[in-house]
């Protein structure tokens, strides 16, 4: 420890300083939200705010105009939990049984099935916009949220898949042997011994596949339609269009409020990420 | 009527041929002995016997009832593995009580028969805990009392002993044979441990090369086998082997190893289809070697033995002699170890065993 104490001053100097850097945004966004708009106007936007008040954080979740529409960001919060919760959802537990069949139930064709399921990883979204759409219109499904949601389990199953095969390879195939030994049949085995085992991969696809689609904007902003527009959307929507002085303060809680769910998440399950993340790879 | 019949399996894997025609007849109770190196293809064998894999031909008759093509779950089995394949989230009591729920018996009713089998492989005490917080022969007892508390027709064990230590895998060793015989259970037991196979086994099948070389009691799988690679197997230290070929000696033939300046007399082997010239290989158990008074009739050196090596096992020492351009092994008493160049030593020819150099079938 003596030894290293000098560098010790140098490697957390430095962690400080990234640590601030990183921060600094988010420091003037939280400051920002909370102060009136003549006080932002006076310049210093590092200064603390003189009278903090909250009144833009509900301007931006209760009145704000987005687009036309000036009734704040909640409908589309209700929106976005509408399309993320049933899409995180399928897409984890369509991902489990992917992974589980593909490497317990090694049917004749598994590998190449897995290797177009993971080109789905690596295709831009942009490219699949119009065939999407044209799908969706085909489906009846365009401007509906039943179609967002589909759109968004089509691209997540790629990775669930992805994350639950690796997952699972370090399962032992006895395991599974010896319940359909046991007269298990294949939903059964996954129901009853796979998925309990599967706790920390099932909370990393969850936290990836949450925070992916809450955040998604492209997808939601091509295939919601005006009524049916995520949060992200109305962010956007919010902070680009509103006419006369721009209402910085209002923005930026507006911001704030978008972010917050997916910051919960991370605060309180991040510990759960990180141990899902090496799970596999400690035991067998 | 036969509990477990194999007939005619065959499997290939791509080009590889696993397994080659196997015919393999089980009765009622028996504790039969799949032994065999590894890759030989006897895993494969449990496997399809299970219907965890298909075989390419033949047919799987257990209990009269031919299963080829039924599901695992539907062939009235229970399997044992290796890594005990429990399932870690579920309590002891679950593990065991798994195979009878999923075949829809109330909880009550499989409770009693979990208990049942718990006292009898004492481990009730550890129903409630994880298979994590157990050890591996607690685990192992788990695994086993997962397979009786469904009371299959049929016992299928992947060698199941070999992950744990050896004073505990000779525990386990017999408790295994004590449950069989309490329960009378008819059970396939693959193992390439040929110790476990000789004290476990009322019949081997020794495999090799995806076929049974000899399928016997273990006695006589030890003292016939029926090919140089059976006797290769079986014994520890396993028979040695010698390449050398059949001489015309007064009174009958001898064998000369290769290299070597002697012939050992093979009178008392009452063999009729010999001939001097032909290339044979001479197997002979280390037990079978022994201390002798003298050497030849006249007391002179009839073979050369160079003494190499003295491996004291405690009860034994083995003593590994060079004979001609092989080493030989031979099991003496502690105090019986000879001394010299060219020490007395006597081969017991009449249980010694003579194999084809080319095929490796006894003659």
């Known amino acids: ?28 966004v939280i400051v920002a939200s909370l102060k009136p ?10 200064a603390l705010p003189l009278a903090p008040t909250l009144s833009a954080w509900a301007k931006a979740w209760g009145t704000a105009c987005v687009g036309s529409n000036c009734v704040g960001l909640r409908p589309y919060f209700l929106n976005s939990w509408l399309i993320v919760l049933p899409a995180v959802a399928i897409s984890v537990m369509v991902g489990a049984v992917n992974g589980y069949a593909l490497t317990k139930w090694r049917f004749r064709g598994a590998d190449v099935l897995f290797a177009a399921l993971l080109v789905g990883c690596f295709i831009p979204f942009q490219v699949i916009l119009i065939p999407m759409a044209r799908v969706l219109a085909t489906l009846g499904l365009f401007g509906s949220l039943a179609g967002l949601v589909l759109v968004h389990v089509a691209y997540g199953i790629a990775v669930t898949t992805l994350l639950f095969r690796n997952f699972y390879l370090g399962v032992p195939d006895e395991i599974v042997r010896a319940a359909r030994l046991d007269g298990a049949g294949f939903f059964a085995v996954f129901f009853h011994v796979v998925l309990p085992l599967s706790k920390p991969m099932l909370a990393v696809a969850a936290i990836l596949q949450f925070t992916g689609i809450w955040n998604d904007f492209l997808f939601g902003v091509v295939f919601a339609g005006p009524g049916n527009a995520p949060v992200t959307v109305a962010l956007n929507n919010l902070a680009s269009a509103s006419l006369g002085a721009r209402e910085y303060n209002t923005d930026m809680a507006a911001a704030l409020l978008t972010a917050l769910p997916t910051l919960i998440v991370y605060v309180v399950s991040g510990r759960y990420f990180l141990r899902g993340l090496t799970a596999g790879a400690i035991k067998g | 009527m036969s509990a477990l019949a194999i007939e005619g399996v065959a499997k290939r894997f791509g080009a590889v041929a696993v ?29 399809i016997v299970a219907g965890l894999e298909h075989s390419d031909a033949g047919r799987i008759v257990i209990g009269g009832e031919d299963v080829t093509t039924r599901e695992p779950r539907d062939r009235n089995i229970a399997m044992v593995f290796q890594s005990y394949a429990l399932y870690p989230t579920m309590s002891v009591r679950r593990n065991m009580a798994f195979g009878l729920r999923m075949r829809g018996m109330s909880r009550v009713e499989a409770d009693r028969l979990v208990e049942d089998a718990a006292r009898l492989l004492q481990i009730d005490a550890l129903l409630e805990r994880r298979p994590g917080q157990l050890s591996g022969g607690q685990r192992q007892r788990v695994a086993i009392g997962r397979a009786i508390v469904r009371q299959p027709k049929l016992f299928l064990f992947d060698e199941p002993l070999s992950n744990l230590d050896a004073k505990l895998r000779a525990e386990m060793r017999l408790e295994l044979k004590e449950l069989h015989r309490r329960l009378g259970a008819t059970i396939v037991y693959v193992t390439h441990d040929q110790v476990e196979a000789m004290t476990l086994a009322t019949r081997i099948a020794v495999m090799n090369g995806g076929a049974i070389e000899q399928i016997g009691a273990p006695q006589e799988v030890y003292d016939r086998p029926a090919s140089a690679f059976v006797a290769g197997f079986t014994g520890a230290p396993a028979m040695n082997l010698l390449s050398g070929q059949v001489v015309g000696i007064a009174g009958g033939f001898g064998f000369r190893p290769d290299g070597a300046d002697g012939d050992i007399a093979l009178g008392s082997l009452r063999l009729c289809s010999l001939r001097a010239g032909q290339r044979v290989l001479f197997g002979i158990r280390p037990e079978d070697i022994g201390p002798s008074a003298a050497n030849g009739p006249d007391g002179g050196c009839v073979i050369t033995l160079t003494k190499l090596l003295v491996e004291p096992t405690g009860a034994d020492s083995h003593v590994i002699f060079r004979l001609g351009h092989a080493k030989i092994t031979a099991r003496f008493k502690p105090g019986d170890v000879p001394l010299g160049e060219c020490p007395p030593v006597a081969f017991n020819v009449s249980r010694a065993s003579l194999f084809d150099a080319e095929t490796g079938r006894r003659l």
């Open chain 1, 1 to 28: 420890m003596r030894r290293s104490s000098s560098s010790r001053i140098v490697l957390y100097a430095a962690l400080v300083a990234a640590a601030l850097l990183f921060l600094a945004p988010l420091y003037v």
């Open chain 2, 19 to 47: 397994l080659n025609d196997i015919w393999l007849e089980v009765a009622s109770g028996e504790f039969m002995v799949l032994l065999g190196p590894s890759g030989c293809g006897k895993s494969t064998l449990l496997n």
């Open chain 1, 37 to 46: 708009l003549d006080e932002i106007r006076a310049g210093g936007i590092i």
